[in-house]
């Protein structure tokens, strides 16, 4: 399947989150982005370093500037489940906009034609890192990295984008 590009309309899809229960629910993307503008973000794996050190932290710590700009939801996806995203979601205490949502069969990744397939790293499939900016459901940019780079998925890259 080909990558998700401009112009196109992301897929619907189910994510997973843990509630403030602890309990694991799911919701729609499309319940998430329509009529908003969002940005979804993908990372190739929790509590991986550059992940965790960079991409991350970015969208945190620019939060309140990408909310100024008309942004309504900031939303990080991994191919990992539900109780690992609510786990590395802890480790920034400081974020108050970015959702950690779970792809863990990486169905939505596939869907979006954004998967990595590390699996003679031992690390099976996980997601390309990329950076969405999308508007009532359609790509207006598509920020999509090559192997293991962090260069145009930032949120500075998307901010220069808005």
């Known amino acids: 399947m080909a990558p998700i590009a401009v112009g196109d309309v992301i ?14 629910q799911t919701i ?6 329509a009529g908003k503008k969002v940005i979804i ?8 370093p550059t992940c965790s050190l960079k991409h991350v932290p970015g ?11 008309g942004v309504d939801e900031i939303i990080c996806i991994s191919v990992n489940d539900p109780f690992v ?9 400081e974020n108050k906009h ?7 069969a990486a169905k939505y990744t596939n869907a979006l034609g954004l998967e990595l397939d590390l699996t003679d790293k031992g690390l099976g499939v996980r997601s390309k890192r990329f950076a969405l900016l999308v508007e009532d ?11 293991g780079e962090f260069t145009i ?5 998307i901010i220069k984008a808005l």
């Open 153 to 157: 998925s930032s949120a500075e890259e």
């Open 41 to 48: 973000f993908g990372v190739p794996g929790a509590f991986t």
């Open 11 to 24: 897929p619907d899809g189910i994510l997973a989150y843990l509630d403030e229960e602890n309990k694991p």
């Open 98 to 104: 970015v959702k950690f949502l779970a792809d863990g």
């Open 137 to 147: 459901l359609k790509v207006k940019v598509a920020n999509v990295e090559s192997g």
């Open 28 to 33: 729609s993307i499309h319940s998430l982005a």
């Open 85 to 93: 995203m609510n786990s590395w979601a802890k480790t920034f205490p």
């Open 59 to 69: 969208f945190i710590e620019r939060a309140e500037e990408l909310k100024g700009k």
